[in-house]
């Protein structure tokens, strides 16, 4: 098993940034891709950003300039830098583990991103 623990989440006015971190720990023994969901009330969960062990990033048309992934593999931590926030951008945001050889999905609890004035 794979745990994830997000952080980072909060209330956050529109224009405006937040850092989102996301640290896996357990089973943590092949090769993985890592990324960021989210899932607005009443909306199925979408792609956000995903990032390789080497460092291949993917990114949603909607977050394209916007939004960074970044990855520390030694500390088995990805982060997701969103800046320019819109009130669209407000979602539960879910860090994803997905092994590469499996293709076995862990996901985490989820934080919560809300941007309003």
């Known amino acids: 098993q794979v745990q994830l623990a997000e952080s980072g989440g909060g209330l956050v006015q529109p224009g405006g940034s937040l850092r989102l971190s996301c640290v896996a720990s357990?089973?943590?023994?092949?090769?993985?891709?890592m990324g960021w969901y989210r899932q607005a009330p009443g909306k199925q969960r979408e792609l956000v950003a995903t990032i390789t062990v080497g460092g291949r990033t993917n990114y949603a048309d909607s977050v394209k300039g916007r939004f960074t992934i970044s990855r520390e593999n030694a500390l088995n931590t990805i982060y997701l830098q969103m800046n320019s926030l819109k009130p669209e951008d407000t979602a539960v945001y879910y860090c994803n583990y997905r092994r590469v050889t499996s293709g076995v999905d862990y996901w985490g609890k989820g934080t919560l991103v809300t941007v309003s004035s």
């Open positions: 357990g089973s943590i023994f092949s090769i993985a891709t």
